[in-house]
C-alpha cells in the first residue's frame, strides 16, 4: 500500500500515496503548518486589549495637614486612582490642570476659605464636582449645610477607609452621571442649532400642540411642508421626546388652541 508520510512540507509529499492517505496526509500538513506559524489572535480579548485605556478617576485632596493628606493619597492610589493633594482652598482653585478632578475630599477646617467657603465658590464658578468633606470636629450645623449644598456625604476623622472609599466611589458615579448629561446636553444644542429657522419655527409650532393645518396656516406653507419639516426636526423618535428636548433646551412653546 502507500508510504507513510512524516509531518512535511505541503510541496514535498509523495504522489505515489493512495488518495485517502493522500487527503489525509494533506490535511495533516495543513494543520501542523498552521501551527508552527504565528498568527494575529482576532478573539473578542484581544480586540479588548486594542482600546484605550479608560480615563483616569481624579481624586483632589484638600486638607492643611500634610500627614492627612500623605495618609489619603496612599489609600486613594491603593484602590487605583489618582490623587492629587492641596493644602488650601486657594491652592485648589489655582490649579492650572486642564482636567478637573472626579471627586473632592475637603477639610472642613482650613486655613483662609474653609470648606464651605471652598464649596460655595465651587458653584460660584460652575466646578461642578461631588465633594466629601472630612473633619475632626463633629459639627452638626456645618455637617447640615454641606448637605444641604450638594455634599455627597460628611465623615468625621479618624475616618473609617471602607466608609471613605464607598462615599468616593458614589461621588465618582455622581460625576459619571453629570458629565454624561453634559455631553448628551451639548448635542441636544448641536442639533437644534444645526436646524433652519424654519425648522426652529415648525417646532415651537409642535411641542405647542398644534396641527399641521394649523401650522400650515400659520407659518403661510403648505401641509406636506410641515410634515416634511417635522420629519427632520431633532429626529425625535415620538411628540413627547420632541417636547422633552424642548424643555431641555428651555424653548418656549407659543400657545395655539387646537381648533379644527
Request: with cysteine; hydrophobic share 40%; proline share 4%.
Amino acid at each position: 500500500m502507500g508510504t507513510s508520510l512524516a509531518a512535511e512540507p505541503l510541496l514535498s509529499l509523495a504522489v505515489t500515496v493512495t488518495s485517502e492517505q493522500r487527503v489525509e496526509s494533506v490535511l495533516l500538513s495543513i494543520v501542523q503548518g498552521l501551527a508552527s506559524q504565528p498568527f494575529r489572535s482576532t478573539t473578542k480579548k484581544d480586540h479588548m486589549r486594542q482600546l484605550p485605556e479608560p480615563e483616569a478617576v481624579i481624586i483632589a485632596i484638600v486638607d492643611d495637614d500634610p500627614s492627612v493628606r500623605k495618609g489619603l493619597q496612599r489609600l486613594i492610589r491603593s484602590a487605583g486612582w489618582k490623587a492629587e493633594i492641596f493644602a488650601s482652598a486657594q491652592e485648589f482653585l489655582h490649579r492650572s490642570r486642564a482636567e478637573s478632578p472626579n471627586c473632592v475630599l475637603l477639610d472642613l477646617q482650613l486655613p483662609g476659605l474653609s470648606g464651605l467657603d471652598l464649596q460655595k465658590r465651587m458653584v460660584e464658578v460652575g466646578l461642578e464636582i461631588p465633594i466629601v468633606f472630612l473633619t475632626g470636629h463633629g459639627d452638626i450645623p456645618a455637617s447640615v449645610q454641606a448637605m444641604k449644598a450638594g455634599a455627597v456625604q460628611f465623615l468625621t476623622k479618624p475616618v473609617d477607609e471602607q466608609a471613605l472609599l464607598h462615599a468616593i466611589e458614589e461621588a465618582v458615579e455622581r460625576d459619571r452621571r453629570t458629565r454624561q448629561q453634559q455631553v448628551e446636553m451639548s448635542e441636544l444644542r448641536d442639533r437644534y442649532g444645526s436646524l433652519t429657522a424654519r425648522e426652529q419655527e415648525v417646532m415651537q409650532q409642535v411641542i405647542s400642540g398644534m396641527l399641521n393645518k394649523q401650522i400650515a396656516a400659520e407659518l403661510n406653507i403648505t401641509e406636506d411642508t410641515v410634515k416634511f419639516h417635522r420629519g427632520h426636526i431633532m429626529r425625535a423618535d415620538s411628540l413627547a421626546d420632541l417636547v422633552r428636548m424642548a424643555k431641555d433646551l428651555a424653548i418656549p412653546s407659543e400657545k395655539r388652541s387646537a381648533e379644527g
